[in-house]
């Protein structure tokens, strides 16, 4: 079967939820995008104004000394040399508009970045990994990867603080609407926080170029009430419902090198370096956003996710179809 990720990602709708679609950074519903779209618009205005002062000045000077009939070609311009006062405005004042911008950047990135956040915060650590994000709630004791799910705050002082690492190359963690660009990058910490303003879906995706898969690193912020986000919590914190019906292809799953690369918690699936699949049927995409999460598309995820991401680190493991089968039968009971 064909299919074409970046349709199928389009097509991502859940019922009663508005989804943020416009990934447009004119259009914040956090605090630290508002600060960075106003310094933004700053910017804007202040390079613009140079544009028309420099590009009128070189138009008028284009047509006020243009050719005419009459102009003696051998005779040489009148020759100048220069003027004190001129010399110095046009060093002074770039140096001044240079320091002004510094001043406002250094301090919304301060703003964004120094954040130490009280311990009563939600606090989560996201880690960057060739392509996809984990996602830890320490407070919570919840793993997932790739949807973060969030409480609207619309304040920064209740706000999310997020703690950013890298396992393997340099990545950036971009939700427009919600935070500017922060790199996660190895063995450095970095910091960033969102206090949504509006419930919703925030799509994003990593903005770091960090390897063939780089453009399908994506990822979603689902904002929600404080009374929904606690409910999700809980259902995450729950162990895994054991169902008789599975036990097949929990017996396959098991028996495969499934369990050294993913974990589900309470069994012997307990590898780390792909994502945490306890409670896979809670997320709305697989493999990073790429496609919707539906059984069709997790059996031709299992059965080769070269195809879905070529380059991917998740080989194909040849299964056949029977174990195909009985092991998305298993998968789609994590719920
Ligand atoms: Cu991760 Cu680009």
């Known amino acids: 079967m064909s299919m074409n990720p970046v349709l199928v990602l389009l097509q991502v709708q859940v019922p ?95 703003s964004v970045s120094n954040a130490s956040p009280p311990k009563s915060m939600l606090q989560l650590r996201i880690v960057g990994h060739q392509w996809w994000w984990q996602v830890e709630y320490p407070q919570f004791g919840i793993v997932t990867a790739n949807e973060i799910h969030v409480p609207v705050t619309g304040e920064r002082n209740v706000a999310t603080y997020i703690r950013l690492e890298s396992m393997d190359v340099a990545h950036s963690f971009w939700v427009p609407q919600l935070a500017g660009k922060t790199d996660l990058i190895p063995n450095r910490v970095n910091y960033t926080w969102i206090d949504p303003h509006e419930p919703g879906v925030y799509v994003g995706n990593c903005a770091e170029y960090c390897g063939t898969q780089h453009a399908r690193m994506l990822l979603r912020v689902v904002a929600q009430s404080r009374d929904d986000f606690g409910r999700w919590a809980a259902a995450q914190q729950q162990p895994v419902f054991e169902n008789a019906q599975v036990a097949q292809g929990k017996a396959v799953f098991e028996s495969l090198a499934c369990v050294n690369c993913h974990v589900v918690k309470g069994t012997p699936a307990q590898g780390k370096f792909g994502p945490d699949l306890t409670h896979l049927m809670s997320r709305q995409t697989l493999a990073a956003g790429v496609p919707t999460n539906t059984p069709d598309h997790l059996r031709e995820w299992v059965d080769d996710p070269q195809k879905i991401k070529p380059g991917v680190l998740m080989p194909s493991l040849k299964l056949t179809n029977p174990e195909l089968d009985q092991v998305v039968s298993y998968l789609e009971s994590l719920n």
């Open 16 to 110: 009663g939820v508005v989804e943020h679609r416009v990934t447009n950074m004119f259009e914040p519903l956090a605090s630290p995008a508002a600060a960075e779209k106003n310094i933004a618009l700053l910017v804007l205005a202040i390079t613009a104004a140079i544009f028309v002062v420099v590009g009128g000045l070189i138009a008028y000077t284009i047509w006020r000394f243009r050719r005419r009939p009459g102009d003696d070609e051998r005779q040489e311009p009148a020759q100048v040399y220069g003027s004190n006062q001129i010399e110095v405005a046009w060093t002074v004042i770039p140096i001044l508009i240079v320091f002004v911008l510094i001043g406002v950047s250094a301090r919304v990135i301060a």
